[in-house]
Nanobody, 123 residues
Framework: VQLQASGGGLVQAGGSLRLSCAAS????????MGWFRQAPGKEREFVAA????????AYADSVKGRFTISRDNAKNMLYLQMNNLKPEDTAVYYC?????????????????WGQGTEVTVSS
């Protein structure tokens, strides 16, 4: 599967953005999908994940209650709705995929990655 993330940009603190990740191929609905982010000088960190069916999801504590992950298997699309953004959310955001049949929060568990989209939150 090939992934392409989009939707990043510059937003003020308290604002919202919706990231999208377009996936190629006819088997998107069988993949676990996740969002990770990497801030300058920091390691890549888990943000959110959603199971192949959309029936299960997981979030990093830092984004719970503010971010929502969702998917549309008919359109081969993954989304991340980000509300009440904070300056510490500034990072490059990556979508990722794997054939795991369970949720995963570690980057090494994902074998497919998009190119990243940059989010900057100003204070």
């Amino acid at each position: 599967v090939q992934l392409q993330a989009s939707g990043g940009g510059l937003v003020q603190a308290g604002g919202s953005l919706r990231l999208s990740c377009a996936a190629s191929g006819r088997t998107f609905s069988t993949y676990l999908m996740g969002w990770f982010r990497q801030a300058p000088g920091k390691e890549r960190e888990f943000v959110a994940a959603i199971t192949w069916s959309g029936g299960g999801s997981a979030y990093a504590d830092s984004v719970k209650g503010r971010f929502t992950i969702s998917r549309d298997n008919a359109k081969n699309m993954l989304y991340l709705q980000m509300n009440n953004l904070k300056p510490e959310d500034t990072a490059v955001y990556y979508c990722a995929a794997d054939r795991l049949r369970r949720l995963a929060v570690n980057s090494y568990e994902y074998n497919y990655w998009g190119q990243g989209t940059e989010v900057t939150v100003s204070s």
